[in-house]
């Protein structure tokens, strides 16, 4: 089994990621209002750069397209931090349709399109935080 590791930098609500070798800046979308704005109407997200959903609890949490203006690849894990499901290549026309791992999730992760397969980030992959 494959295993990436989150790296954490001091700066106070931007993360540094490393994931199979690839540095990945990430934002924290932890507040009630950050995870639902998500990435909604943004133009874009700079390359090697995402935002990590941590959620109070593991549940089904579903993500939409609701107002983004580009593609990406959503990425669920459970509270062991293993990968439960990639949904990759979603495009903004697949708004209204949301999109939810099969099983209770703690953790999720939006990148530019492309990038889950660039870093090798697979169903059942441990990413240790």
Do not use: H
Not at 72 to 82: H, R
Request: with cysteine.
């Amino acid at each position: 089994m494959a295993v990436g590791y989150f790296l954490i930098s001091d700066s106070s609500n931007i993360k540094y990621v490393n994931i199979g070798g690839q540095k990945i800046q990430v934002e924290l979308a932890v507040t009630v209002a950050e995870r639902t704005q998500g990435l909604s109407g943004r133009q874009s997200l700079d390359e090697g750069t995402g935002l990590l959903f941590i959620f109070d609890k593991s549940g089904q949490y579903p993500f939409w397209m609701k107002d983004m203006n580009f593609s990406i690849d959503m990425v669920w894990m459970n509270d062991k931090k293993q990968v439960l499901n990639v949904a990759e290549n979603v495009s903004p026309d697949t708004y209204p349709e949301s999109f939810c791992p099969a099983e209770p999730a703690k953790y999720g992760l939006e990148i530019n399109a492309g990038s889950a397969t660039q870093a090798g980030i697979t169903t059942g992959v441990t990413l240790k935080f």
